[in-house]
């Protein structure tokens, strides 16, 4: 047994010694490289990587460059045969030698070995395990980071934007896992956006098909931002390496991508962004939509804000029949990015912009009125919401004036001049809309736009108002001082105020008193302009009058008399000189005279309110001029009325319950401000006393008229009126009259009787055209045709003519010579007639 036990032995021994060297054999014949490869990998892979056999297989791929890609090669079939056996181990290693061989060898013949390695990353990706995914990431950031020497033209990373995407948005069970898993995802998208942003060779990551899912993901992590922070722990707790989550790690790999973002890449970035908001309902909310486009908006290059802009315009335009909340929203993200892009550029098309923001209100004001995203189909099958319109609304004139407020002065006047001429007025050339629903449109459409118009004014200023505020606008603003309807006064009146403004004084002047000392308001100001001076020369009668005939409204209240004030007592600090103050003082005391005279038959109120806005203004003037004997008279009518008609006062009118009196046709002349006085006092001073005596009386146009017609008949018929002033009718003319001193006098005396006369007369045109029967009309019609008619013929008869006989005479048919007048084209005209 013994024997046969050592025998056993000796063969088992040889066995081995033959196997040995069968195998010391083989191995001596195996490739180099592949031996490097099989050395630094460890009996036991807990041990590591052996990083003497790592240098030296770093040292023979620097040596032999060409023997990179089958090193890369071996690497892959070792590392995916330890894959699939679970080995994971000598899958860490594998991965950490290829990771050193990367950073060290920088060749041309890397490029085969990235496609070994991608290959290798791409398998640990695809594992289920979050370790082997986590693996492979880190594997390709540090890849990313190296800057290659030679460009690849046949590289895809379309299944890398794939994979990292997914795992963005990883739905673990475990919440550690999940949050690593989703991290390692917005870290991989940051490796492919760095490698291939900037390297035109590369596969172009702006793409649509690479950003509807990169930007989508990074957004999906950054909308978890307040999960987060309601389950971590207090700041004070927290680690370094803990404050790092997922939303902040999104949020700086969005700015990098957008930070790299060219003129025409922009597009392609914003617009998933607008998806993914629309697919998650984010706008209704606004908060997640805002600061995505705050994010935006700091990171692009400035030049490239308008961009951002015109994309929001564009969307809002898309969802113009989704609700009034998703509007809103946009808007509201719209005016936040406004103020951003005021550093930066607007771009050329800022009409384009306000455009679309004023359609949008007339859309909506279209929805609440006929309960329709379809305008021509009342009663539609969503259901419509006034109040969320009502909100869109608002949300819209803000947005309005957030934008104007980025602009300079002169493209803010452009802006200011499109909106009012958006505003239906109701004139010749802009016929309204007819009926009680065209009716309400327009009053709606009205108030949105001057409160859009009030929203551009706020803080606009301006050194030459002139050049600012044209004809063309002042004419239709001045015209809607004239309307019906208060509120759209009122809103004017705001409007005015915002432009005279430049100094800040108007809160100063929200509401009427008497003050004793106004040194107390702390006043701001300046000498009046050159500028401001051509300005008042140029409208301030348009700008008077229009006052003065928005005083005598019935439905004024205690907001339009305030807004009158502070716009005469703001005329008087920025535009006024000598001339504008008398004729300020004038125009008060008219507003005084309306109220005392009453013919319009004004309320108890408005005329205790016109006294006590004299009262105001005066006390207001009068202090400023600085005239002892003009502050000694106003400051005795103000005491007197403080004793005997306190309801004449600010203090008793303009209170919560006003102070009134019904004996107001009684009131004695003491307590009245006089005008013989004034002009007295005044004219001492080196005032006009001459025009201070004169009596205010405004020119009454037809535009004024025309603001308060509402039907095109009556129109038409103001037309007629107009015409029927140079009738041909009016055959019997009077005779010339003398023009003396005497003449002169007697019209500017008569100035008020003629100005009766004249409303009268046109009063009574209008009548007949409006009340007087079709065939009458017709009849009147007919008869100036068939005169005008015969005046042409007239003029035919004498002009068309043949040519004169020799004589210069011609025979009538009884024999008799008749005279022949010369054809014009043979008369002789002295020299310097002609031209």
């Known amino acids: ?32 490289y592949k031996r490097l490869v099989d050395n630094i990998f460890p009996e036991d892979p807990e041990d590591g990587l052996v990083k003497t056999n790592m240098e030296k297989l770093t040292f023979y791929a620097l040596s032999a460059p060409e023997k990179l890609d089958r090193i890369g090669s071996y690497l892959s079939e070792k590392l995916i045969r330890d894959v699939s056996r679970h080995r994971y181990g000598y899958v860490c290693i594998a991965m950490e030698a290829l990771d050193q061989l990367l950073m060290a060898c920088h060749c041309q013949s890397i490029n085969l070995f990235v496609e070994s390695f991608l290959k290798m990353v791409a398998k640990l990706l695809e594992s289920e395990k979050p370790d082997l995914q986590i693996l492979g990431t880190n594997s390709f950031v540090k890849f990313a980071n190296i800057e290659e020497d030679t460009p690849s033209y046949h590289r895809s990373y379309d299944f890398f934007v794939s994979r990292f995407s997914e795992m963005c948005h990883s739905s673990h069970d475990d919440l550690d896992i999940r949050t690593k898993i989703r991290m390692s995802g917005i870290k991989g998208l940051q490796g492919v956006v760095r490698k291939t942003v900037n390297d035109e060779l590369q596969a172009n990551i702006w793409d649509p098909q690479h950003m509807d899912k990169i930007v989508p993901s990074l957004l999906y992590n950054l909308q978890h931002t307040e999960e987060a922070e309601s389950r971590s722990p207090s700041p004070l707790q927290t680690t370094e390496k803990e404050k790092e989550n997922p939303a902040e790690l999104s949020e700086r790999c969005l700015r990098e991508l957008l930070g790299r ?24 909310p606004k908060t997640f939509a805002v600061r995505c486009f705050k994010i935006i908006m700091y990171s692009i290059q400035p030049q490239y804000s308008h961009l951002v802009i015109q994309q929001l315009l564009g969307h809002l335009d898309a969802n113009s029949k989704s609700a009034a909340s998703v509007r809103a929203g946009i808007v509201e993200v719209l005016s936040e990015a406004a103020v951003i892009a005021a550093s930066g550029s607007v771009g050329p098309t800022v009409l384009e912009v306000f455009n679309t923001l004023l359609r949008q209100l007339r859309l909506s004001i279209d929805y609440a009125l006929t309960g329709s995203y379809d305008c021509a189909i009342i009663g539609g099958t969503k259901i419509i919401k006034e109040h969320e319109e009502r909100m869109f609304q608002e949300a819209v004139i803000k947005t309005t004036g957030s934008f104007a407020s980025t602009l300079p002065t002169y ?7 499109f909106i009012m001429s958006k505003v239906p007025l109701p004139s010749l050339h802009h016929p309204l809309d007819t009926g009680r629903a065209g009716e309400n449109r327009n009053r709606l459409t009205q108030i949105m736009l001057l409160k859009s118009l009030l929203q551009v004014s706020t803080g606009f200023q301006c050194s030459n108002m002139l050049t600012a505020l044209p004809s063309s606008f002042l004419d239709r603003l001045l015209s809607a001082t004239l309307m019906e309807d208060a509120e759209i006064r009122l809103f004017v009146l705001q409007i005015l105020i915002s432009f005279i403004d430049r100094h800040g004084n108007k809160h100063k002047f929200q509401t009427i008193s008497t003050i004793s000392d106004i040194s107390i308001l702390k006043l701001k100001v300046d000498k009046c302009s050159r500028q401001d001076t051509v300005f008042m020369k140029k409208h301030s009668q348009q700008l008077y009058r229009h006052m003065y005939l928005s005083c005598k409204e019935e439905s004024n209240n205690r907001a339009h008399y305030e807004a009158l004030y502070s716009l005469l007592a703001l005329t008087s600090i920025e535009l006024a000189n000598e001339e504008v103050v008398v004729d300020l003082i004038r125009l008060v005391l008219a507003m005084q005279e309306v109220a005392l005279v009453n013919e319009d038959n004004l309320p108890l109120y408005n005329r205790c309110a016109l006294y006590a806005l004299g009262a105001a203004y005066l006390n207001l003037i009068s202090q400023l001029t600085t005239v002892p004997a003009f502050c000694q008279h106003i400051h005795e009518v103000i005491e007197m009325r403080q004793k005997e008609a306190p309801y004449l006062l600010p203090e008793g009118v303009f209170a919560e319950k006003p102070r009134l009196s019904r004996n107001l046709d009684r009131l004695g002349p003491e307590i009245l401000f006089r005008q013989s006085k004034i002009s007295e006092v005044l004219g001492g001073s080196g005032y006009n006393s001459d025009k201070l005596s004169t ?30 002033r140079n009738s041909p009718e009016k055959e019997e ?16 005396v008569d100035s008020v009787a003629v100005e009766e006369q004249e409303r009268e007369r046109r009063r009574q045109v209008v009548e007949k055209f409006q009340k007087a029967p079709f065939e009458e009309i017709a009849a009147h019609c007919g008869a100036r045709a068939t005169l005008l008619q015969s005046k042409l013929n007239q003029i035919f008869e004498i002009t068309i003519r043949p040519p004169p006989s020799p004589s210069g005479t011609i025979t009538a048919a009884y024999g008799q010579p008749q005279s022949h007048s010369i054809p014009v084209y043979e008369m002789k005209f002295p020299d310097l007639c002609v031209y």
Do not use: F
């Not at 046969?4 to 069968?22: K, M, P, Q, Y």
């Not at 003319?733 to 500017?748: D, H, M, N, V, W």
């Open 411 to 417: 493209q803010r006047s452009e802006v200011m001049l």
């Open 733 to 748: 003319r009077a005779p010339a009259e003398e023009i003396t001193y005497e003449t002169l006098k007697k019209a500017i």
């Open 261 to 284: 973002a060219a003129y025409g890449n922009i597009k392609n970035a914003i617009k998933p962004v607008m998806i993914h908001l629309d697919n998650h309902s984010l706008w209704e």
């Open 1 to 32: 047994m013994a024997c046969r036990r050592g025998l056993v032995e000796c063969t088992a021994a040889v066995d081995r010694h033959i196997c040995n060297g069968v195998c010391g054999c083989c191995g001596a014949l195996r490739p180099r």
């Open 695 to 724: 009596p205010y009386v405004p020119q009454l146009t037809d535009e004024d008229r025309l603001s308060k017609r509402k039907s095109i008949g009556e129109t038409i018929s103001l037309q007629v009126e107009v015409e029927s």
